[in-house]
Each structure stands twice: as C-alpha cells, then as structure tokens.
C-alpha cells in the first residue's frame, strides 16, 4: 500500500511539473505562482473562475495600464490550474483540458508585453 501511495505521490508531482517547460526564463515565477495558487484555484466555483477570466482579459485589454509580470502570470497560472481541474472532475475531458493547461502555461509575459505596447 505504502508503494502504491508513494507512486501515486510520484506521478502527481511529476505530471504539474512536466506541464512547465523548465527552458521557459519565467519557469521560477510560473512555478512558484502554480504552488501558491494550486489549492485555492482547486477549491474555485464557476462563478470564481468567470469572475478571474474576466478580471484579466478586462486588464489585459485596457490600454492604459499593462499588467506586471506577476500580475500577468497570476492570472494564467490560475487559469491554467482551473483547466487543470476540469480535466480532473470531468474525465473523458482530461485531454482536452491538459492541452488547455498546457496553453495557458505557455503564454508568455515578453508577447505580452511586446503586443501591449504595439497598441499605444
């Protein structure tokens, strides 16, 4: 049994951290954020999370104001927790919601930034 749990233990850790490109320069920032965040995000309603998508596409559309790289990478990591788990309460969307993850993950504050200051 206690194999079984270590293993299980194991698989976990190294599924959230294969889902972060260790190459990515902001790969301590999105790390550090995905460990905050990760029980509080689990525990978000869909009313939270509708509140938290439209919070940010809100502040990344206002063209007065950029987002900090940690307010920025806040809100993607959150975002990418909460697909994280809708792949987990809803199984035959496990793929479809890691591959979400995955995407939102990846974003990248420089791409960001670069398409914000394109704008003004």
Known sequence: MKKI???????????????QDPKD???????????????????YNRK????LMMAFFEKQSDESAI?????????????AIYSEKYGLL???????????????LARMYSDYAASHQKKE
């Open 5 to 19: 749990l270590a293993l299980l233990t194991l698989c976990l850790i190294s599924l959230s951290a294969a889902a």
């Open 25 to 43: 320069p902001d790969f301590d920032i999105k790390d550090r954020l995905y460990k905050k965040y990760k029980t509080e995000v689990r525990s």
């Open 48 to 51: 939270d999370f509708d509140d």
């Open 67 to 79: 987002l900090t790289k940690e307010e920025y990478y806040t809100y993607t990591v959150k975002i």
């Open 90 to 104: 809803y199984k035959k969307e496990k793929d479809i919601a890691q591959k979400t993850k995955n995407e939102w």
